[in-house]
């Protein structure tokens, strides 16, 4: 059953992917989301193409933004701030990323509306931490925080994942640090000090405690990681292989399914072989287990082995394009791709400053005229 937020009110002050995506995920929850932009341009990412949709949109900004209302605001106008003003103080989540200092030059702090009102969140997404004022885009965080030099193959160039997932882990995580804060709230007896109704979430933090396993084997061992392509650094065999018509991957992750893999191959001499049969075994003997496979699956089809490992219980599959991988889950060229969340469509993304008239007359009782 879908998760229900209702009535919780969520400021979105936040551009381009990390926040915009953290607003649509409460949104998609059930939140009411009211987005505020810039009047004229709005949020960067409206201009972020080709490719736009008929109606002028790009779709790097429909892929964030459903489920919310726009309001266009001008900080610099002391009656766009009195509406802002009340919008804040009617929220229950204040969510932002603007680099330190710039809302506060504006005198909007943060500090003075906790304080206000003891029931709101504030949460800030930075790309490098609080205090720095350094552009937080996700492809320097990719090359500063370890993702490039452990992607690529072994003996080519640093290479970037091929979406902004630095950008898209930080706007799940602040989701989290909401959802977690907000029951924080709701649960205690007192109004929380403000300093525990404040959270932050920077792309750099976020990345970093991304790397995971290849951090800890770092942290463990003191040698540095490096570039495996395809393979695995700590599991053999994982990795891309070439059969007689394409590719597939092959995921083994346990003894058992090792086992399983050289009987739907037909390796019985790797099968039988003592020196092999724990992962550290195979890891030790990494060339001579990838160089069997790969021998072996040359010689039939996609289709048998797929059916072979499948039947077997292997973990394996295809590369498909990212065509191939949308035909089986449900999406939209307006809506994008249903939630992953439990969690509903109920807006498409809006037209900047769609809502304007009805937020400057209604604040957040613009929900309740808006189908």
């Not at 977690?180 to 109704?197: F, Y």
């Not at 809502?355 to 309740?368: N, P, Q």
Request: charged share 20%; glycine share 10%; aromatic share 6%.
């Amino acid at each position: 059953m879908p998760i229900d937020l209702k009535n919780v009110k969520i400021l979105d002050l936040s551009r381009v992917l990390a926040g915009p995506l953290c607003g649509m995920t409460l949104g998609d929850l059930g939140a009411d989301v009211i987005k505020v932009e810039r009047p004229g341009q709005g949020d960067e990412s409206r201009g972020w193409g080709p490719p736009f949709d008929p109606d002028g949109e790009s779709a790097y900004y429909l892929s964030c933004n459903r489920n919310k209302l726009s309001v266009a605001l001008d900080f610099h106008v002391p009656a766009d701030l009195v509406v802002l003003g009340g919008l804040i103080q009617g929220a229950d989540v204040v969510l932002e990323n603007f680099r330190p200092g710039s809302l506060e030059a504006l005198g909007v702090k943060a500090a003075d509306w906790l304080e206000r009102n003891p029931r709101l969140i504030w949460c800030t997404i930075s790309g490098f931490g609080p205090g720095s004022h350094r552009p937080g885009y996700d492809f320097v965080v990719q090359a500063e925080c370890g993702w490039m030099s452990i992607t690529g193959v072994p003996d080519g160039e640093p290479m970037k994942v091929g979406v902004a997932l630095a950008d898209i882990m930080a706007g799940k995580d602040a989701t989290i640090a909401i959802l977690g804060a907000l029951l924080a709230r709701d649960r205690a007896s007192t109004p929380l000090p403000a300093e525990q109704r404040q959270v932050h979430v920077s792309l750099r933090h976020t990345a970093t405690a991304a790397l995971m396993n290849v951090a800890q084997n770092a942290l463990v061992t003191g040698i540095d990681a490096r570039r495996w392509g395809n393979a695995h650094p700590n599991l053999v065999p994982y990795q891309l292989f070439a059969v007689k018509d394409g590719r597939i991957v092959i995921a083994v992750g346990n003894d058992a399914q090792w086992k399983s893999t050289c009987v739907a191959l037909g390796l019985t001499d790797l099968a039988s072989d003592p020196a092999l049969e724990t992962n550290a075994g195979r890891l030790a003997q990494r060339d001579r287990v990838v160089t069997a496979i790969a021998d072996r699956l040359e010689t039939a089809e996609t289709t048998h082995w797929l059916g072979a490992l499948s039947g077997a219980g292997v973990p394996c599959g295809v590369v498909r394009s990212v065509k191939e991988a949308l035909a089986e889950i449900p999406g939209s060229p307006v809506t994008g791709i249903t939630p992953s969340v439990p969690g509903t469509v109920r807006r498409r993304p809006p037209k900047l400053d769609e809502h304007g008239a009805l937020v400057r007359s209604e604040g957040w009782g613009a929900f309740t005229r808006t189908p």
